[in-house]
């Protein structure tokens, strides 16, 4: 059996915890900053968890991860 190719843009963007749960950065954190309240901002900065049905698609596309 061939080896499974790993989609590398989503290599990028999702890492695996320590139990094996998938969590990624939050978006709209880059531009446009001003409109935005300080407690937004602050809440960009932490990472999210993926929600398990976006999981089981992320996980076919990362096999190895």
């Avoid at 290599?11 to 320590?18: I, N, P, S």
């Avoid at 709209?28 to 937004?40: C, D, F, M, P, V």
């Amino acid at each position: 059996m061939p080896k499974i190719k790993t989609h590398q843009g989503m290599k990028k963007r999702v890492r695996a915890t320590g139990k094996g749960k998938l969590k990624k950065a939050h978006a709209n954190k880059s531009h446009n900053r001003i409109t935005k309240t300080a407690e937004n901002k602050r809440s960009y900065r932490k990472s999210l968890d993926i929600h398990k049905n976006d999981a089981k698609k992320v996980r076919r596309l990362t096999p190895y991860l």
